[in-house]
Nanobody, 123 residues
Framework: VQLVESGGGLVQAGGSLRLSCVTSGFPFDRYAIGWFRQAPGKDREGVACIVPNDGTTEYTESLKGRFTISSDNAKNTVYLQMDNLRSEDTAVYSC?????????????????WGQGIQVTVSS
């Protein structure tokens, strides 16, 4: 099983980034894929989740309207489009897979995790 994130980096406040999560080794159509983030000194936070099989999505309320999760089922890949980034979005972002499939922002519901990728927003 592999989940590999890419697309992170340094961006100025107000800018955009698109993260990718390429998955393999498990039945993509039977899982939900979530994005999580953890800032220094803070708890891990669920960001968004998608069920690629039917397109159902869920977002943490505070990020609705700025972040968009989507999937390319032919590529077993999930994306996180992040717009109008703020300094408080700085964190390590990880994708994870949850069997079900039902949307969930609970980290404990996710069995498989990527290694994480740094996103830094400069003000």
């Amino acid at each position: 099983v592999q989940l590999v994130e890419s697309g992170g980096g340094l961006v100025q406040a107000g800018g955009s980034l698109r993260l990718s999560c390429v998955t393999s080794g498990f039945p993509f159509d039977r899982y939900a894929i979530g994005w999580f983030r953890q800032a220094p000194g803070k708890d891990r936070e669920g960001v968004a989740c998608i069920v690629p099989n039917d397109g159902t999505t869920e977002y943490t309320e505070s990020l609705k309207g700025r972040f968009t999760i989507s999937s390319d089922n032919a590529k077993n890949t999930v994306y996180l489009q992040m717009d109008n980034l703020r300094s408080e979005d700085t964190a390590v972002y990880s994708c994870a897979a949850s069997p079900g499939p039902l949307v969930t922002l609970a980290a404990s519901d996710h069995d498989y995790w990527g290694q994480g990728i740094q996103v830094t927003v400069s003000s």
